[in-house]
């Protein structure tokens, strides 16, 4: 990262630092949530019902299209070539053959491609959403081992698919950095992540740690990850006159288009992305190189394009998790008491990309100690762009931390869950920010009950069932609530008793659409069939990004806004003839396809009726939501009691998950049907990452070498036994509906529950993921 791009980090850290402060010490009612939402009070409207997923009845027929499905007239089928170097330039490049064969519309490499601006990286502005700044196919320079080099169009998929074999490309290797442990030796930084330093320091932790009466200190190592949605990531991208219209598997429609607009240096209203139905999203379908080149190619072609990434394609051209090394150290009293809590190490980025693993960010808030010490160094290598992946951080940080806390517990002669509830922060330990609402300490007594914890052996490898050891393990999960700002809805009411709910936000299978029906039903007093809710289309309102666990409340915290303004606008539509008549928005809530008095039901009236009188047909109003001040006043996450039962062949080394149970306390559930379902994907996520999940890097040559689910794995049904959830519902009284996020804490703290689980039945202590079968054999 350049001195220039630092000191800005820095000044923007130093204004952020003086906001915070006077936001943190602000009155509760100037901070948005200050104020609970008054759906929290609804018990027993739509919120909190388990309704099925509105669009599943299109998906079971197949008639949700997907982004690989979208037909546009006159369309080709792309396919990619990819390098074979990570580093240097492409000497020759031969594309005869490709051209000749059967189909085949054109082939796009540097030498014809558009002339394309660089690609607006995250974080460099509101609405950048490029997973690293490279320039795509502008020459001949190679950046990675795997960096697309030519775009074969043609007729079929097949024929593209063929052609694209048929390209030759010969280079001139530049030296590359592509070992960890050699980039280590030459040195490493501070890694910055979103505005910060990933550093923080509380007392002198190792003083502290060296008086400890009782110490553990290890190092644990997670591999990299490789995104596997079960879509892959695929584009149908045409012009329309002077409109680009892309058809995308998308977590950020807005975001995309901007950025779009800026790589082709046109307005932005140019480019309109939709995105109705994404087959998982996870972090990994946000902007890469597919869209781009599918764009770019459909401009030289004059034809539009669609470019489906094959499952190879997906992991040479979309980041994944970087690899992490980190040193955790815990001091503690005899009694448990926390006096030091060190967790530092070092993570592979690329000079490119802002997304080291900031594996610190759980630890932050997760136990009361006298002194902490966190800290993420980096170094840069000659390989893909990281990105975000499925709580980034929190899913392989909680894995160190919190196989610490078991060894700390063991070490103590202590139950594991005794230990975690002895170090309770009263209020967060870094910030000293009041927690909005924690109640991870009745996640962890309902969840032990539930589990039998009571019923589990201390002593390691001491419970056998003819061949297998059983075990039981758990920790911590934890991931923080956000808000992101730029939120906005517009909303509509019919003078037939109907709303419209207008937002880009996106549903990549979570249930958004169906959650936010029903959250919008309620607050309008109207059944789920009266409303319908329009998303994912980057002409909608709304900066909206499906990620960070935060899209529920942003999109909550808009609808709020706007559901404000449209009472406003129909108190004064009502007029002087209504039972409504002088009440402010404030003394108003809905009920019956109508406003009333909120502490008197009876003077009522339905929208029909007050649109009918005024002789309107529609009321629309769009508004904006709050600034997400309250993750500044408050300290705000969303927390978990994971519980694992392991069985461990004594013969193979095999380990079996046998029984699963995530405790939840993540505020109000507005779904409990598609929230299981979150908390069990985000589980079962977690279970590969404990056991299965490694991409296998070639240090030499940077080159990916297990691109295909047959070697790089995930976990299937066998794999997988019933996972149990279960969860608090205290709402949370700061955020919008009461509801922090589901969509990450299921990942968080299960890769450290089954390692404890399988030290518990082995006496087999494995502190590098995944725990394979020849790390528990001898
Ligand atoms: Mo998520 S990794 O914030 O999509």
Redo the contacts with the bound molecule.
């Keep these: 990262m350049s001195i220039i791009k630092e000191t800005k980090v820095a000044v923007q850290g130093a204004l952020q630092g003086a906001v915070a402060k006077a936001v943190a010490l602000a009155p509760d009612s100037w901070i948005p949530g200050g104020r609970p939402d008054p759906l929290i009070e609804h018990r027993h409207g739509h919120v909190g019902k388990p309704v099925s997923r509105i669009d599943g009845p299109l998906k079971v027929a197949g008639q949700a299209p997907f982004a690989s499905e979208i037909p546009m007239e006159g369309m080709v089928y792309a396919a990619l070539a990819f390098s074979t170097i990570a580093r240097g330039r492409i000497a020759s490049l031969d594309t005869a053959d490709a051209e000749a064969a059967p189909g085949v519309i054109a082939v796009m490499t540097y030498r014809n491609a558009p002339r394309l601006k660089p690609v607006p990286v995250f974080m460099s502005g509101p609405k950048a959403a490029g997973g690293d700044d490279l320039p795509i196919m502008q020459d001949d320079t190679i950046h990675w081992n795997g960096e697309p080099i030519a775009v074969v169009l043609a007729e079929t998929q097949e024929q593209a698919d063929h052609a694209k074999s048929l390209v030759r490309a010969t280079y001139e290797d530049a030296a590359a950095l592509t070992s960890f442990t050699e980039a280590k030796a030459r040195g490493t930084r501070t890694a910055v992540f979103m505005t910060g330093p990933l550093h923080d320091e509380k007392g002198d932790a190792d003083a502290a740690l060296a008086e400890a009466p009782v110490r553990v200190d290890a190092t644990y190592t997670t591999p990299r990850h490789n995104h596997n949605a079960i879509e892959l990531h695929a584009v149908t991208a045409g012009w329309q006159g002077e409109t680009l219209r892309i058809h995308d598997a998308s ?1 950020l429609v807005a975001h995309t288009a901007w950025s779009v607009a800026q790589i082709f240096g046109i307005e932005e209203k140019q480019v309109v992305v939709t995105s109705p139905f994404v087959g998982g ?6 902007l890469w190189q597919h869209q781009v080149l599918a764009a770019a190619a459909a401009k030289m072609a004059g034809r539009p394009v669609r470019l489906a990434l094959s499952r190879e394609g997906v992991y040479r051209l979309v980041g994944g998790r970087t690899l992490t090394e980190q040193r955790v150290a815990l001091g503690a009293d005899r009694d448990g008491g926390l006096k030091a809590v060190i967790h530092e190490g070092v993570v592979a980025k690329t000079a490119n990309n802002v997304m080291p693993e900031p594996f610190i960010l759980a630890t932050r808030g997760a136990y009361e100690s006298e002194t902490l010490r966190l800290d993420v160094q980096a170094v840069e290598l000659d390989m893909l762009s990281n ?6 951080g929190e899913a392989v940080g909680t894995f160190a931390l919190e196989c610490a806390m078991d060894e700390l517990a063991e070490a103590l002669g202590m139950d594991p869950i005794a230990l975690r509830l002895r170090n309770e922060p009263e209020k967060d330990p870094l910030s000293g920010l009041p927690f909005s609402s924690r109640r991870i300490v009745d996640a962890w007594r309902s969840g032990a009950e539930r589990f039998g914890w009571d019923r589990r052996n201390a002593t390691p490898g001491a419970v056998r069932d003819g061949e297998w050891l059983v075990g039981m393990g758990c920790a911590t999960g934890t991931y923080p609530y956000y808000r992101m700002p730029g939120a906005a809805a517009r909303l509509t009411i019919t003078r037939d008793g109907r709303a419209v709910v207008d937002i880009a936000a996106h549903e ?1 299978g979570m249930g958004t659409a169906t959650a936010h029906t029903q959250v919008a039903a309620e607050r309008l007093g109207l059944p789920m069939e009266a409303v319908t809710f329009n998303y994912a289309d980057s002409t909608l309102p709304g900066v909206v ?6 899209q529920t409340a942003a999109v909550g915290a808009a609808v709020i806004a706007a559901h404000r303004a449209l009472v406003q606008e129909l108190l004064k539509l009502a007029g002087n003839d209504s039972p409504l008549a002088g009440l402010n928005a404030d003394a108003v809530s809905s009920r019956d396809a109508g406003l009333c008095k909120a502490d008197e039901p009876d003077r009522h009236e339905t929208y029909a009726s007050v649109l009918t009188r005024a002789q309107r047909d529609t009321v629309s109003v769009e508004a904006e939501a709050s600034m997400p001040l309250e993750t500044m006043h408050w300290s705000m996450h969303s927390h978990a009691a994971m519980f694992c039962e392991v069985r461990v062949n004594a013969i193979t080394g095999e380990p079996r998950v046998s029984r699963f149970l995530g405790s939840f306390d993540c505020g109000r559930i507005i779904n409990p049907k598609t929230a299981a379902s979150q908390f069990r994907g985000g589980i079962i996520m977690g279970l590969g990452l404990a056991l299965m999940e490694e991409t296998q890097f070639d240090e030499r040559k940077g080159r990916i070498m297990n691109p295909s689910l047959a070697e790089y794995h995930v976990p299937v049904h066998m794999d997988v036994p019933s996972i149990d959830v279960m969860w608090t519902d205290i709402a949370d009284p700061h955020a919008p509906m009461g509801a922090r996020g589901v ?2 804490i299921g990942i968080t703290g299960t890769g450290a529950a089954v390692a404890n689980a399988i030290y518990n039945a082995t006496g087999k202590r494995v502190r590098d993921l995944p725990i394979t079968l020849d790390k528990l054999l001898g």
Excluded: D, V
Aim: glycine share 28%.
């Design positions: 977590q999203g996870f972090g990994g379908k946000c990105t975000f992946m499925r709580a980034p990549m990004l499906a990620g960070g666990s935060q969509g990450e």
